[in-house]
T-cell receptor, first 112, second 111 residues
């Protein structure tokens, strides 16, 4: 079966711009979570959605936001981009809130 | 707050040299411990789920074990293609089932 699909794979944006990343979960999975990965900080949790409701939120500023649609697809948005937002953004889906999560290939965001 | 500590940060082995990676955790009500493998520039690949102390899972050259405070990933007779970063993560009821990751162990297997 198809895995988690993230689009786009690569993005280059300028400081101050905003960006929207997309994630299509595995069919039948209702939970989607987002992570930021940088070499120094490892995988940092952004937020998690289940059945269109945000269940958990990490310690990121309000510039980072997300949503989940009725078909479980999810988007995350980053406004007013800063250089420090350059990272690999990973989406993961799981069947429910307690099972293993499966990751997409990520979106590599570079802010210049 | 849940905490996951992995050691060592980096490990270099010769092909065929068996070893173990450690994942220590502090959680309120463990609801699952997960191991992943990550290759550079790619998303983590799921390996194992462990739910209770004493549980073991095996896949090819990898074997994961779980106690009440830590998990080990044993690598038997590794090959160069086993080189990757291995990540450990936990879900706990105390954190509303949020998945918390350790920083990983970078494994390099030399031929």
């Amino acid at each position: 079966k198809a895995g988690v699909t993230q689009t786009p794979r690569y993005l280059i944006k300028t400081r101050g711009q905003q960006v929207t990343l997309s994630c299509s979960p595995i069919s039948g999975h209702r939970s989607v979570s987002w992570y930021q990965q940088t070499p120094g900080q490892g995988l940092q949790f952004l937020f998690e959605y289940f059945s269109e409701t945000q269940r958990n939120k990490g310690n990121f500023p309000g510039r980072f936001s997300g949503r989940q649609f009725s078909n479980s697809r999810s988007e995350m948005n980053v406004s007013t981009l800063e250089l420090g937002d350059s990272a690999l953004y990973l989406c993961a889906s799981s069947r429910d809130i307690s099972t293993e999560a499966f990751f997409g290939q990520g979106t590599r965001l570079t802010v210049v | 707050e849940d905490q996951v500590t992995q050691s060592p940060e980096a490990l270099r082995l010769q092909e065929g040299e068996s070893s173990s990676l450690n994942c220590s955790y502090t959680v309120s009500g463990l609801r699952g411990l997960f191991w992943y493998r990550q290759d550079p520039g790619k998303g983590p690949e799921f390996l194992f789920t462990l739910y209770s102390a004493g549980e073991e899972k095996e896949k090819e050259r990898l074997k994961a074990t779980l106690t009440k405070k830590e998990s080990f990933l044993h690598i038997t007779a590794p090959k160069p293609e086993d080189s990757a970063t291995y990540l450990c993560a936990v879900r706990s009821g105390g954190s509303n089932y949020k998945l918390t990751f350790g920083k990983g162990t970078l494994l390099t297997v030399n031929p």
